[in-house]
């Protein structure tokens, strides 16, 4: 039987109920304020927690926008989001001031998208490129914490030029580099290295940029012995799984292309 899962976004508190066969309830996440630019809602994950199969990009709920607009998103996300599991992708006449595109990572590898409506085809291209590529590598490191996810991206794509300290933003505009271009990239403003090029394939292929630690390896005994017995201070905080809100900003206006 189906169990239904809530899945809460954490900025515009606005719950989607999705089916998923064989899975339990997502905590929902606390409420954050809206901002221009970017936000990360930080939860470290000490436990092993449930994951998701990648969703068929048929199943993806594209509303909102023109006619033609979301024919193209659903070409490209036919493409391009083989190793996600993305639930919907929204566009909307607004999402704020100078924001072009929205990804909720909404825990055990699921995502969400809000897309702009009214940008140029060049343009939607590389904001959706972008947003994709947030929740494929949401999807990829889903049996990661968040704070292992960042080391791992760190590795392999560093720090954005602009804009952003996160490396998650330098891996998505790489990542969007690779199938749109670099003309609208917002935080690799020039584009990539070859080699960072090369790990976006990579991610995009549903693989490790770079070499990832097995996680079905059993832990030696000593070390699980020493895990095992410390005793936790009175105020250990309950684990709650990784949201994170990744938003990309609008490029500066000499940089748009006609809409």
């Known amino acids: 039987m ?8 954490v900025l515009v508190g606005v719950a989607l109920s999705v089916p998923i066969a064989g899975t339990v309830p997502i905590q929902a996440a606390e409420a954050v ?3 221009p630019t970017e936000v990360v809602a930080q939860r470290i994950v000490a ?4 994951t998701l199969d990648a969703l068929p990009t048929s199943q993806i709920l594209v509303t909102g926008g023109t006619k033609t ?22 566009l909307k006449k607004s999402l704020g001031k100078n924001i072009t595109g929205l990804c909720y990572a909404m825990g055990y590898g699921a995502s969400r998208i809000e897309i702009r409506s009214g940008m140029s085809k060049n343009k939607l291209k590389k904001v959706l490129a972008h947003e994709i590529a947030h929740a494929t590598a949401n999807f990829v490191y889903r049996n990661y914490t968040y ?3 960042q080391d791992a991206l760190l590795a392999a794509f560093g720090r954005p030029k602009r804009l952003s300290t996160s490396p998650s933003e330098a891996q998505a505009d ?22 960072k090029l090369s790990r976006a394939k990579k991610l995009w292929k ?12 059993p832990t030696p005994t000593t070390q699980a012995t020493q895990t095992t ?31």
Request: hydrophobic share 35%; glycine share 4%; aromatic share 6%.
């Open 174 to 195: 790489c990542m969007a580099q690779v199938k749109a271009g670099k003309k609208y990239l917002s935080y690799q403003r020039g584009g990539c290295s070859k080699t």
């Open 47 to 50: 436990q092993a927690v449930p």
């Open 2 to 9: 189906a169990i239904k899962r809530t899945f809460v976004s």
């Open 147 to 149: 704070t292992v996810r």
């Open 69 to 90: 607009e979301r024919k193209r998103v659903r070409a490209w996300l036919k493409s391009w989001a083989k190793y996600t599991h993305i639930t919907s992708v929204t």
């Open 206 to 217: 549903g693989q490790f940029p770079l070499a990832m630690p097995d996680l079905t390896t």
């Open 229 to 259: 017995s410390a005793t936790p201070t009175p105020d250990t905080p309950t684990p709650e799984p990784t949201v994170t809100v990744t938003v990309a900003p609008a490029e500066t206006p000499d940089t748009l292309a006609p809409v």
């Open 33 to 35: 304020p809206a901002v």
